[in-house]
């Protein structure tokens, strides 16, 4: 069975800091990662997807994938007050359609 | 980009009525809707695959029956919920994929609340 494990939080930071999140995921063949963001009774929004081992930058945002250790991340720079949402992390495998997400990581940031 | 369209956004209605949900992709053609239900403070899980033109491929659990879907076309998908009592009150999102990754955009969702 696919897992995807995410400590549920919340996780606070002052806002100006460099917040990380975190994402484990059990089926080694997954080909695609995914982050995005929900904020309360909204809908999901991506942020960015990685498929490459490294890091993957997108303005305040990057993700790192680590495929032999089964670990993505998502460190926000900069961390603003509007950044306090729930960030869930998706991972598809080879061959799937369908995202196994996890439960979601509470994100607040203070002023 | 990757605009998906959800109507209604809210709903209420009475136990033993049907709704309908519609899902559409505004800007580009979709290989694969999906629908999931968020039940407060808890996960988004998925309960049904659709793809044009085929039949829904629906998650352990869920009824096919209960939970009509219909793909008539790469742009829009129907979610009816059929005889809907209490505890089908949710949050229901459709999603749309596409491109090589087949990343999926959500649409913002349709709160359903029965009486």
């Known amino acids: 069975q696919k897992e995807v494990e995410q400590n549920s939080g919340p996780l606070s930071v002052p806002e100006g800091a460099i917040a990380s999140l975190n994402c484990t995921y059990s089926?080694?063949?997954?080909?695609?990662f995914f982050w995005y963001r929900q904020y309360s009774g909204k809908s999901p929004e991506l942020i960015m997807f990685?498929?490459?081992?490294g890091d993957k930058e997108d303005g305040r945002f990057t993700a790192q994938l680590n495929k032999a250790s089964q670990y993505v991340s998502l460190l926000i720079r900069d961390s603003q007050p509007s950044d306090s949402a729930t960030y869930l992390c998706a991972v598809k495998g080879s061959g799937y359609s369908t995202l196994t997400f996890g439960k979601g990581t509470m994100l607040l940031v203070s002023p | 980009g990757a605009v998906v369209s959800q109507h209604p956004s809210r709903v209420i209605c009475k136990s033993g009525t049907s709704v309908k949900i519609e899902c559409r992709s505004l800007d580009f053609q979709a290989t694969t809707m999906f629908w999931y239900r968020q039940f407060p403070k808890q996960s988004l899980m998925l309960m049904a695959t659709?793809?044009?033109?085929?039949?829904?491929?629906?998650e352990q659990g869920v009824e096919k029956d209960k939970f009509l879907i219909n793909h008539a076309s790469l742009t829009l998908s129907t979610l009816t919920v059929t005889s809907a009592h209490p505890e089908d009150s949710s949050f229901y999102i459709c999603?749309?994929?596409?491109?090589?990754?087949?990343?999926?955009?959500f649409g913002p969702g349709t709160r359903l609340l029965v009486l």
């Open positions: 089926d080694r063949g997954s080909q695609s």
């Open positions: 990685i498929y490459s081992n």
């Open positions: 999603s749309a994929s596409q491109g090589r990754e087949e990343t999926q955009y």
């Open positions: 659709s793809n044009e033109g085929s039949k829904a491929t629906y």
